[in-house]
């Protein structure tokens, strides 16, 4: 099996039975609708939009390992890239969460799978901070550079500066923390909606990040690595435009990306990213619901297999 660095060819995702938006995440999560919703309508819409999901990734040659959950303690559980994320060499790690019924989300079956299909040689476990307070919710809170071991990092409840540099320590990665807000001062709530790093590109709203030199530094690495950079707007960011991923498929790399944030990209901005990759809508719009899109509902798999 050939490991794809920035872009997995296997995925997990999570397909939920009693999908609503979560009502302890709503008070840091700008991206989460306020409006008043059919719960029944919505979680119906949910299982449909990740079943379609499955369906069109496997349709390009993406592995898919689904797993079900039926109960209704865990509303958002369909992110379970907060949770945990899983990294070349055969290492794991497990996320201190900040929403307490989040916490819920972490299942042994699923590491049990990944253990018997995988080479596994170590689990790291960091839930244990979440007695201290400190939480970093996975590729939610991190975007990672996996060719050039950077791990970035908007500041905010989620994304702990601490716990990055421990994680950033095990795993090999430099820690570049910045700060982000949207146009009302709104810390940015995860940093997998303001970015999103290709093998060949990177799009985000970096003119979200508030400290200008920080910025720039950004930039620079990313100019530096030879990435194409596509600036998003911020009602680009509000679309999840940022909030896509890359995968490896059978015929070269496609990028998952939400129908709502795909129609929001500009033609040259499309242009641009299909110079690397293959855009792969998907309808999501009930899951966007809860604050999150197709990056967050993918949890790649960059393990070897056995």
Known sequence: MIIFPQAPNTVVMIRPHQFSPNEQTKSDNSFQSSEQINNDTVARQAFEQVTQAVTTLESHGVRVHLFEDTGTDTPDSVFPNNWFSTHTGGHIAIYPMFA??????????????????????????????????????????????????????????????????????????????????????????????????????????????????????IIKRFKNSGKNIIKLDEQQINAFCGNAIELQASSGRILAISAKACHALTEHQKTTLEQSVTLVPLDVSAIELAGGSVRCMLAGIHLSKR
């Open 100 to 217: 307490k019924n989040r916490r819920l989300e972490r299942r042994a079956d699923i590491i049990e799978l990944l253990k018997q299909q995988y080479r596994v040689q170590d689990v790291i476990d960091y839930s244990g901070l979440e007695y201290d307070s400190i939480f970093l919710e996975g590729t939610g809170a991190m975007v990672l550079d996996h060719v050039e071991r950077i791990a970035y990092a908007a500041r905010s409840n989620r994304t702990d500066s601490h716990a990055l540099e421990r994680f950033c320590s095990h795993f090999n990665f430099e820690p570049m923390i910045f700060d982000a807000q949207d146009k009302d001062g709104v810390a940015v709530y995860h940093t997998n909606v303001l970015m999103c790093i290709g093998t060949d590109f990177v799009m985000a709203g970096f003119d979200m990040m508030t400290n200008e030199k920080r910025k720039l530094e």
